[in-house]
């Protein structure tokens, strides 16, 4: 039996064991140490940030960061459906609903025209600026664009069209956005409040798990710092709020510094993986598409794989996956879009034409950043015998 090549696995070769060694010779293994300030500078100099955060989870992260801007129960934020669950659910931790829109299809990311026309169609706006949901009556707080395999969102539009309509925050789902650009501005630097980053461990740099949130307003980010860190007052038992417990651990932060000391290295691999993969499949165009490229954004490719073009129902898909994992190819398929999940299904929505198109057809390959060259031709040759058969 052929191994198996994994779809992601972490590259820890670098001195994430020096480091942890350091952290159990030192006894910093919980939430105060060196590490966790260093990996907060690192981050914020990788993404363009004034201040970072570190946190135990992306999920965490999102959830912080919402709280951070004012997102309150009760209250709607619009997401785009087609992401990981987590962005829906840290909504939810809020008490609040997400609004579930639909994607554009040359980015999988917010369309900022869907979003104004939606904006203009379904909400009214107070005097205050306060912008409500005409049907439920819900307050609109905020919108979470997602940065969809790290791919930034047009976000000059999107924030632009949020700042036309009303007071709603700006709080990107950067997730594996870490190291993009958006017409040659770092991913943080785009007009968000805040932007979070996940460093779980099928994400291009890991702490095993973790999280960070940025931003470029220096109170904003204490806020956050804050409410991660029990909402603490000075040194005594003094708490001025419902905090959370979201704090990253020295530990985690020493395999993050590690991995943020090869960013750059992981990035050119990773998107040296998907140029391959989509040169390896150009003359197969009615077929299969790439994922998404548009020029004016400098994307993570934290995945790649492609979209079959050519299928005509998921169990086609489904059965050229299956016959990928059978020959030892870690294929997978892509999220499910939000508005299809249980907990969501009721959760405001615009049609989806875009995102329900699209999820299924999608097959995610092989790309860690340490994988052999000859590993990527043994997948390419498989992925083009089953999509000829
Ligand atoms: C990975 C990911 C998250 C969640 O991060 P965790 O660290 O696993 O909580 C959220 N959103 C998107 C788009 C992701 O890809």
């Not at 020959?327 to 997978?332: F, K, P």
Request: hydrophobic share 45%; glycine share 8%; aromatic share 6%.
């Amino acid at each position: 039996m052929m191994k198996t090549i994994p779809l992601a696995v972490p590259d820890l070769t670098g001195n994430e064991a020096r480091y942890l060694q350091e952290c159990i010779t030192s006894t910093f293994v919980s939430s105060v140490g060196p590490f966790v300030d260093r990996f907060e500078a690192m981050v914020a100099l990788a993404s363009g940030a004034r201040g970072a955060v570190a946190v135990s989870s992306g999920t965490c992260g999102l959830h912080a960061a919402l709280v951070a801007v004012g997102v309150e129960s009760g209250d709607l934020v619009i997401v785009p459906s087609l992401t990981f669950i987590a962005s829906a659910n840290a909504v939810a931790h809020c008490g609040a609903l997400p609004w579930l829109l639909d994607v554009d299809p040359a980015t999988w990311n917010l369309d900022p025209e869907w979003l104004r026309h939606t904006l203009e169609r379904e909400t009214v706006v107070g005097a205050d600026g306060q912008v409500r949901h005409r049907a439920s009556g819900r307050r609109v707080a905020a919108v979470m664009p997602v940065f969809t395999l790290g791919l930034p969102a047009d976000m000059g539009a999107i924030v632009a069209v949020v700042r036309a309509r009303g007071r709603i925050a700006v709080v990107v789902d950067g997730a594996a956005a870490l190291g993009a650009s958006h017409l040659g501005q770092p991913v943080a630097a785009l007009g968000a409040e805040l932007t979070v980053f996940s460093f779980n461990g099928n994400k291009t740099v890991t702490c095993g798990g973790g999280g960070a949130v940025v931003g470029q307003d220096p109170a904003l980010v204490a806020r956050v710092r804050h409410l991660t860190t029990t909402a603490r007052l000075g040194a005594g038992y003094d708490h001025d709020q419902v905090g959370f417990n979201y704090r990253m651990t020295n530990l985690q932060a020493a395999v993050g510094c590690a991995q943020m000391e090869r960013l750059a290295e992981f990035l050119a691999a990773k998107r040296r993986i998907r140029a391959t993969y989509d040169q390896a499949f150009a003359d197969l165009a009615d077929r299969v598409a790439p994922f998404p490229d548009p020029g004016e954004s400098v994307g993570t490719c934290w995945f790649s794989g492609f979209v079959h073009q050519g299928a005509a129902d998921p169990v086609e898909v489904e059965r050229l996956r299956n016959r990928l994992q059978a020959e030892g190819i870690d294929a997978r398929p892509f999220w499910k879009p939000i508005h299809l999940q249980k907990p969501y299904r009721n959760a405001p929505q615009t049609l989806q034409p875009v995102s329900e198109r699209l999820w299924w057809r999608v097959v995610t390959l092989p790309c860690a950043t340490g994988l052999p060259p000859e590993d990527q031709q043994r997948v390419i040759f498989a992925a083009r015998q089953a999509l000829q058969a």
